[in-house]
Structures are given as C-alpha cells and as structure tokens.
C-alpha cells in the first residue's frame, strides 16, 4: 500500500462519507498539559469510522460482484456500516449476527438495508454462516478490518486530520482488530511529519501488546472489557503494519476508560462509545511525557445503547 493508494481511496469515498470536523477543548488542554485535536468520526455516516473502510471496500469490487452482493459477520459498528455502505451503493447486504447481538444494533442495520442472518453466539458459527451465504448467493465475503481496502479506508480519517494540522507530532487510535490503528500509520507515514502513532489498548484485551512484545499473533483469554469494539484479535494484515508504522501500545485499565468517557461527554458536550475513549485515557495515563506536545486524537465512534451507559 502506497501514498498514492491512500489517496486515491479517499478520492474514491468522499461523495459517501462525511468529511468529519476536528475540535478542541481548552479545558481537556489544561488536563492534559498538551494541544489536543480531536478527530470525530462519531459524527461519521452510521456513527463510525467504519463507514470509510466498508465503502472503499464495496468500490472495489467489479459490477458482476456488486450484483451478488456482499456479506459480513459482525455485531457491532462494521455491521452497520457495510449496510448502509451497501444500501448507498444500491447492491445487498447480507449481515451474520450472533443471536445475542443487542436488539439495538440490530434495529440499526436493519435501518441501513441490511439482510441479518442471526446464528449461534460463536465465531465458527459466524464463520460457517457468513461461508454458507456466499455459497448460496454469490456474495463477496468483506472482513470488517483484516482486508487491505479496508485498512486504506480507515486511514483517510488520519489523512483528513492531518490535511487540517499538518504539524502533529503523535496521533492516537484505539487498537481492536487492527484497522483503524494500521490505516492511521499508513497515513502518518505517508503524510505526517515525523509524527508517531501511539495505540491505546484495554489491559483486558490487549493481544496486540503482547504481539509487539512476542513478535507473533496473539489471543485473548478473557474480554472483560467495556470497550466493546476492541475485543476482536489483531489480524495476519494488521498486525505487520503495526509492526512496522506504530511506535508503542499504551494499556488502560477500566475505570480509566470510563472515566475518559464521562469527561468527553461532560466537557466536549458530545456522545462517544467506551471503546472511542481509550486513546485518551491512554494520553492520560502518561501525560508527563507528552507535555506541550501537538497531539490528535481518534474518537473512533459514538454507537452507544444510551439504556446502558458504563457510568
């Protein structure tokens, strides 16, 4: 993947995405001690980044691919996204969700044209359906993030911020499966300069720290996490390029994730999801070393069930 590349795909989806405003908040500043600009793909199409991959992805496919559409297994922001994607696009949608998936999520995708095929709560199980779809209708099987047209998608929200604040000197993403934090290193690597990539993780699912340690793919025994969106493992796409691009993983544990959350709500006055807050509880964790600095913040989404807030 190349500068080029990225570019292109943003020039790609624009007409159906949201070019999403950056805001500040003197108040977090003084919190912080550094220059913060938040980056608010909550207020994407769909509520999330993800509408950026999921478009670029359906783009791609030839004409002949788009007729059969497209299936996907997802209970979260992806499912989503790759509906109304889809639905924007005039091709199908056929969405594999876990029969436990909140009925919130999905309402939603039904909303964004969505076909959901419900399944047993299990990732064979999600595998095995999203397989069987594509053998009955032809549908081209998407990865929610471990797929290269994907990645370049997420990335054009780094690339957007800094066409805006050309000077950063760190960007920080939350790390699930790999997707938005690979594509924001792509983009800085390309376009920043000499800005750094920091990902922030939950200490109760934080494989991708212990893949940088390891050097190899790894697993999580437990997802005791509020951050609902990050519990998905790193992919064999992904995890390369964090390799490579990223310069460190900062862990969180809970409280500071939700504490993250209810000040981004209080002081910035807009709706962010658990997972969305770990970055800045990451920056917090260790502000002393980054004092004074210019720093973006990815706030990845603002997909909440409002009946069942952390706080």
């Not at 934090?181 to 109760?204: D, M």
């Amino acid at each position: 993947m190349t500068a080029q590349d990225l570019t292109d795909c943003h020039e790609k989806i624009k007409p159906y995405i949201h070019r999403t405003p950056v805001l500040t908040s003197r108040l977090l500043n003084q919190i912080s001690g550094a220059e913060l600009f938040f980056k608010c793909e909550n207020f994407q199409r769909m509520g999330a980044f993800k509408m950026r991959g999921a478009t670029h992805a359906i783009l791609q496919l030839s004409d002949e691919q788009k007729s059969k559409g497209v299936v996907t297994h997802s209970s979260g922001n992806f499912a989503q996204a790759l509906s109304l994607a889809a639905q924007s696009l005039g091709i199908k949608a056929y969405i594999v969700m876990p029969s436990n998936a909140p009925q919130v999520k999905k309402d939603a995708v039904k909303d964004y044209g969505g076909h959901i095929i419900e399944c047993p709560p299990t990732h064979k199980d999600r595998e095995e359906t999203a397989n069987r779809i594509q053998a009955e209708k032809g549908a081209t099987f998407l990865h929610p993030y471990n797929d290269h047209n994907v990645i370049l998608g997420q990335g054009t929200a780094a690339l957007e911020l800094l066409e805006d604040y050309s000077d950063l000197e760190y960007i920080f993403s939350p790390v699930g499966g790999g997707g938005l934090i690979s594509g924001t290193a792509l983009a800085a690597n390309f376009y920043g300069r000499n800005c750094k990539v920091i990902g922030g993780e939950p200490f109760e699912v934080d494989d991708a720290y212990r893949a940088l340690q390891s050097g190899k793919l790894e697993i999580n025994e437990t997802t005791h996490t509020a951050a609902d969106g990050l519990k998905m493992p790193l992919g064999d796409l992904t995890f390369p390029i964090i390799q490579k691009y990223i310069s460190e993983i900062i862990r969180v544990d809970e409280d500071e994730i939700i504490s993250s959350m209810r000040l981004i709500w209080e002081r910035m006055k807009i709706i962010i999801e658990p997972s969305c807050a770990v970055p800045l509880a990451a920056l917090l964790r260790e502000k002393e070393r980054f004092q004074n600095k210019k720093i973006g913040i990815i706030l990845s989404g603002g997909n909440v069930d409002l009946g069942n807030l952390p706080f």
